[in-house]
């Protein structure tokens, strides 16, 4: 079964405006990115800089918009320069070290988080970032501390990303095949108040890898009622209900997490649940093992 991972980045706020004739593009940058319309913002800092090439701030907004945009190697070239121009833009670092880890480089990015966490030491963004880069270099331990600590240090009024973090955390002992730890702390992320298709089908997941299949067919239910497209709640689901004895059921959402796949144009899943569904009334219960990717 396929586990959903959930990333996200926090918000590192936009800088003082400019003095001078940059002002007014520089203003509408920031405005465009605090709306969330990045095209429109880079287009704005990239004036400012044609204007002004020294002017650190520009770079340093405009990676945000470039890392909010997905384009990660123009995020990490923009807060290269800001840091060269402005090396107190300490910030930057954090923004690389995302730019990093999306680039699928965790080495660099667990450098850039320590630097920061050097300077700011109860900044609760750098060690959820870093722990994300040490689930990503399979260094589980690290994440999990990383996380807790980021728990610790979270406001406690920001309750989606407090559920976040407990989602995260549950996948890292998911992977330490810590099964119990990892239902308290997808629970712990379901009680935050944020319904999220993810954390309840996770949790399913640990109920299944546990037996417990009438709970893990009900987490995997509610998975489905919040997100009618959860392929992995349906195959989920169907493992679950197929161990119970139900095969019927089971074929029934196997057969609908193949039309989801299909429909995505992922012809290799579709494939794989059409195999599956064949050998269904030749095989005995399944194993407990990730079939798909």
Sequence with gaps: M??????????????????????????????????????????????????????SKAYYNRCLAFLNSSDYQHAVADCDTALEKSPEFFEAYLNRGLAYYNLQLPAAAIADFNYFLSIFPD?????????????????????????????????????QHIAAIHNNLGLTYLQLDDFELAIKDFSQAISAGVEDASYYCNRGYAFRQLEKYSQAI?????????????????????????????????????????????????????????????????????AHKTLLT
């Design 218 to 286: 009900a987490d995997f239910t509610e998975s489905i009622r919040l997100n009618r497209r959860q392929s992995a709640a349906y195959i989920g689901r169907g493992f679950a209900l197929y161990n119970s004895g139900r095969q019927q059921e089971a074929r029934e959402d196997f057969l609908l997490a193949a039309e989801y796949f299909r429909d995505c144009g992922k012809m290799q899943q579709f494939h794989q649940i059409i195999y599956l569904i064949k050998i269904l009334r030749h095989k005995s219960p399944f």
């Design 2 to 55: 396929a586990i959903v991972f959930m990333l996200f980045s926090f918000p590192t706020g936009a800088l003082a405006l400019p003095q001078g004739s940059s002002q007014d593009l520089f203003k509408l940058g920031i405005t465009h990115l605090e709306s969330n319309e990045y095209a429109a913002a880079i287009e704005n800092f990239t004036q400012v800089i044609e204007a002004n090439p020294n002017y």
């Design 123 to 159: 900044d609760f963004r750098a060690y959820y970032d870093r722990g994300l880069a040490y689930f990503d270099e399979e260094n589980y331990h690290e994440a999990v501390a990383d996380y807790t600590r980021a728990l610790k240090l979270i406001p406690q009024t920001n309750t």
